[in-house]
């Protein structure tokens, strides 16, 4: 089945740093590509997102490339701030048998000011 | 503007007693979602529904655990007898066009 893994937490950043969280799926057929953000007491949110292999998805600095050769989506962004500390999420949906949305584990990111 | 509203945000209850947690999409969509969260689970999928009719329900924990949507605009997840175990955030999420969630704020639940 469909399956998602991301690195393990939490990521202390200093304020300015760079950042990557790696993500790696399995999936049959063609999936589309997800990271979203939870910020302390609120539910989830789309950070950005990439629909076929090679497309680039980018929001707020933030930036992944969908790479089929290496089943990967990790997510970048070149100078953090304290107001990205939050647990990342990456996750696919498949397109085939169903629309079902498959979510790694999450990562905690702390950015130290 | 995509959105979910939940009710209710918080609620705490006694073990046996019956929960009903409700998620109302600002907008009429065909595919819902009932995510729960813990700090052991992570994030897991309960039951998605297409066109009001559930898909997938392998999630759903045991037979104490039951959600019906009746309309597009409507959905309930009910726990009955709750138990301590069912503490977690409750999640309800549509589904745009590509596939993207749009999630509500979440309905803590906790089991005395």
């Known amino acids: 089945g469909n399956s998602v893994t991301q690195m393990e937490g939490p990521v202390t950043l200093s304020e300015e740093a760079f950042l990557t969280i790696n993500c790696t799926y399995t999936a049959t057929g063609y999936p589309s590509l997800f990271w979203y953000v939870q910020y302390p007491g609120e539910g989830l949110q789309l950070l950005l997102k990439a629909t076929k292999a090679d497309d680039k998805g980018s929001n707020k600095g933030f930036e992944a490339t969908y790479r089929k050769e290496t089943t990967s989506f990790h997510l970048e962004k070149g100078s953090v701030q304290v107001s990205d500390s939050a647990v990342y999420f990456c996750?696919?949906?498949?397109?085939?048998?169903?629309?079902?949305?498959?979510f790694g584990a999450g990562t905690r990111l702390f950015v130290k000011a | 503007d995509a959105g979910v509203i939940q009710s209710p945000r918080h609620e705490v209850t006694e073990m046996g007693q019956e929960v009903t947690l409700r998620c109302k999409p600002i907008s009429g969509h065909n595919s819902l979602f009932w995510y729960r969260q813990t700090m052991m689970r992570g994030l897991e999928l309960l039951i998605y529904f297409n066109n009001n009719v559930p898909i997938d329900d392998s999630g759903m924990p045991e037979d104490r655990f039951s959600a019906k949507m009746p309309n597009a605009s409507f959905s309930t997840l009910k726990i009955q007898p709750s138990e301590p175990r069912d503490s977690a955030v409750y999640f309800c999420?549509?589904?745009?066009?590509?596939?993207?969630?749009?999630f509500g704020e979440g309905s803590r639940l906790t089991v005395l």
């Open positions: 999420a549509i589904q745009g066009d590509t596939g993207e969630l749009f």
């Open positions: 996750a696919l949906t498949g397109n085939t048998g169903g629309f079902k949305t498959i």
